[in-house]
């Protein structure tokens, strides 16, 4: 039996992190995590499938976000711009308020060429979605999956300005000048 | 002492893909393709650094045309354009003499989570690299990786199409029309 605890998610997650930034990724093991949040295996077990989910932890809510804001984006609206009022959304709902755990973040999976190899995949996810997304506005099949991708590829430029040192600018600001930018390249 | 072997590079590579059709990629080891092969296991190390590197054998050289034909576009060739060029330039030369080759891969990459997960990484090495070729030529940062991106989009969804049973149209002349489907979409 799951005994029911107050934020389990956000304590594993926390404690996770904490846990990666001082030993890195590799040496870090659920049960460490589990103990420096108070809890045990079983509850880590209960929210996440391993210790490399805890790192790309509330991308379905973010990805999920992004697709239903492009489905309500007005007809006629291109496929770019609407992908971007997506991700420029979503970053202003999820991501704006957890700019040092994103940096902190950003650099645990720099240091770890296998979260590397899992960010791979989680950004093919993200392409797909909004991908699927332009298709069910009409968008053709090319059109919508380069769509998708160029899209992304604006987000991690955009992200990887906003985690600078110093940096003030929201992060769909800068998903802003990246579309932009490619526009006029 | 590596004995010379006409053509083992080519040996092990025919030997490891109708091994990979036959029984799969997981259950083949580097033992059975170089048995195959009529070769011994330390030659198949000189030429490749694991079983999946089998897989991706040739991409370096594809990466390298790319990337000069990139360079050579006139300038004033906008940066999809000129992505486009090379990715339609290494299609013409080193894809479409394999075409049945590539479809044989092709399903076994599809049937691999491992072999996906690392043909991820391969599309994110070609996509550094077409984005570090407009660079060279002036385009700006974000432009660049935005349409290294886009272009690796348009090259996979013109090789589904290439790969389709019955498919007569080059490769080349499927990347022109992805990018285009973009353009209008």
């Not at 107050?6 to 030993?23: C, H, I, K, T």
């Not at 950003?106 to 791979?120: C, K, T």
């Not at 090319?142 to 899209?151: M, P, R």
């Amino acid at each position: 039996m799951v005994r029911w605890e107050p934020d389990a998610y956000g304590r594993l997650r926390d404690a996770a992190l904490s846990l990666f930034v001082e030993q890195g990724f590799e040496k870090t093991t659920v049960a460490q995590i589990a103990e420096r949040a108070g809890l045990n295996r079983r509850t880590f077990f209960h929210h996440f499938a391993d210790k490399r989910e805890v790192v790309f932890a509330g991308q379905l809510a973010s990805d999920d976000l992004i697709a239903t804001e492009i489905r309500a984006q007005p007809p006629g609206t291109d496929p770019l711009h609407a992908a971007v009022a997506g991700l420029m959304l979503a970053s202003d709902t999820l991501y704006e308020q957890y700019r040092e755990g994103a940096i902190q973040l950003g650099a645990v999976i720099a240091a770890s060429p296998e979260l590397q190899e899992r960010e791979m995949v989680k950004r093919a996810t993200l392409a797909d979605t909004i991908a699927a997304a332009l298709r069910d506005r009409g968008t053709s099949e090319a059109g919508a999956t380069v769509s998708g991708w160029a899209a992304v590829a604006m987000f991690f430029v955009a992200r990887n300005r906003w985690n600078q040192p110093g940096n003030q600018r929201p992060l769909s600001d800068l998903i802003d000048e990246a579309h932009k930018e490619f526009l006029t390249a």
